[in-house]
């Protein structure tokens, strides 16, 4: 082959036809899209950068989930598991994520059509077109992506046609600071700040057994990991909970009457009890600005009231949300909102001042639309930093999205979804509330793809 034959201009089908769709991420909603596209038989490939499916739930699988089955299973992948013989779980059950896991998500893994198609282990790095950079745009659509891939093995590169991306946030915690800024001195506390919804009362006992722990954020996340705190504390000595948060008063994470999800709406009344009888420690009204190391204990030093306060603790338990990591993106041409950095026609529908996690109207592919055709955002990154997430959500989001690579414009544009009513999420996200506090999905909105 001449170097005149490979500047031949080539037809879009001659690029693109036989490409299979790239899904990063073999959460439930990369499932979900996997599901969808097999029953049209589109081609398709998941990419996991984790050991197994679903990894960032397993991380948090000793969490009880607040949505009930009926509200966890996508249509699609229902419908292929059912021929197999698969039953649903009870509808109003409350799984845990490790059973979410291995009821659902595993089963549906292992489905022929899928399991051949997931690569676990296989962390994306950087997404592009064939030989075109985000500057170059002559003739753009017509060019594969390439998605580069560490294996652990080594660098390599896949072509796809399009791609979705529903690699989540779980991995991208926010900074315990308010400026959003990692505080100065984190690294040298790094050893004693734990990820969201620890394993308090399980696998993780031991190291916060007679120990002081600071827990930081305003959501269900930080909710959770202090009941389960107060409750260590009922058989082990010395064991403390104190809950740091920035707001001028505690926020409430779901004590709302009118809430759908009733396990949810339990969460702020217990808080609260727990706050009131002195078994946990609120320190409001507190800005973190930098973190201290004495000794074997963390030192957050915060603005509080205009002067400078210190809470000291022996483990720090980082609940602040999540943010999308869009490093990987920096070749595709996004077009996120300023704030929230979600797509921009998706941002007024989501935004937590706005909207609760039940009132978000229904989207798909029109409202996940980028600059860059064939690419999307689906689940939880697609939410950019605001958690009014629901798995539901999700499915929807990715049906509209297959149809639409399907050239199904009909389906791809009738978007619906019947969601609980969770009135409580408006309420306790105001402006002066943390971004990412969470008030939908299971414990954490962001850890669901």
């Known amino acids: 082959m001449t170097l005149a034959d ?30 969808n596209l097999a029953e049209r038989g589109i081609p398709f490939e998941i990419l996991e950068a984790g050991d197994g499916v679903a990894d960032s739930i397993r991380a948090w699988g000793h969490t009880r989930l607040f949505s009930p089955w009926r509200h966890l299973v996508d249509p699609a992948s229902r419908r292929l598991l059912e021929a197999t013989g698969w039953r649903h779980p009870r509808e109003d059950g409350l799984p845990t994520g490790a059973e979410l896991i291995d009821e659902y998500l595993l089963p549906l893994a292992a489905l022929p059509g899928i399991a051949e198609h997931i690569t676990t282990g296989a962390e994306v790095i950087a997404v592009s077109r064939d030989g075109m950079d985000r500057t ?3 003739d753009r659509e017509h060019a594969p992506f390439v998605l580069r ?12 046609r399009a791609v979705i991306d529903a690699s989540g946030t779980y991995r991208t915690p926010n900074s315990l600071a308010s400026s959003g800024l990692d505080p100065l001195g984190v690294e040298e506390v790094r050893d004693l700040v734990a990820h969201a919804l620890p394993d308090v009362l399980g696998t993780e006992r031991d190291r916060f057994a007679g120990r002081r722990t600071l827990v930081v954020g305003a959501g269900h996340s930080a909710a959770n990991t202090l009941l389960k705190l107060a409750e260590l504390a009922e058989t082990e000595s010395g064991t403390t909970a104190t809950w740091v948060i920035r707001n001028p008063s505690a926020v409430r994470v779901g004590s709302s009457a009118d809430d759908g999800l009733p396990a949810r709406a339990s969460i702020g009344g217990r808080l609260d009890r727990l706050v009131a009888q002195g078994r946990v420690r609120l320190v409001d009204r507190f800005e973190i600005v930098r973190v201290r190391r004495d000794g074997d204990r963390a030192t957050l030093i915060g603005s ?15 609940a602040t949300g999540f943010r999308p990591d869009l490093r990987m993106l920096r070749e595709i041409r996004l077009d996120l909102d300023d704030i929230v950095e979600a797509p921009r026609r998706l941002a007024p529908l989501i935004d937590p001042n706005l909207h609760s996690c039940g009132t978000v109207p229904p989207h798909g592919f029109a409202e996940l639309a980028h600059p860059e055709p064939g690419f999307f955002l689906a ?27 399907s050239g199904d414009r009909a389906a791809a544009a009738n978007v619906e979804l019947a969601l609980p009513q969770t009135g409580v999420c408006s309420s306790s996200l105001t402006d002066t509330a943390p971004p990412g506090s969470s008030c939908c999905g299971a414990t954490s909105a962001s850890s669901c793809d």
Request: aromatic share 4%; proline share 5%.
């Open 149 to 160: 891939i560490d294996d652990r093995g080594g660098l390599r590169e896949v072509r796809a």
């Open 304 to 318: 509080r009231d205009g002067t400078l306060e210190e809470v000291t603790g022996d483990l720090v338990v980082n």
């Open 136 to 138: 170059r745009t002559t």
């Open 379 to 405: 689940g939880m990154k697609s939410y950019g930093r605001a958690p009014t997430f629901l798995l539901a959500t999700g499915y929807e989001q990715v049906r509209s999205i297959v149809a639409h690579l």
């Open 6 to 35: 490979l500047m031949i201009p080539t037809r879009r089908d001659d690029r693109l036809d036989g490409l299979p769709v790239a899904i990063i991420g073999a959460g439930p909603i990369g499932l979900a899209a996997a599901a």
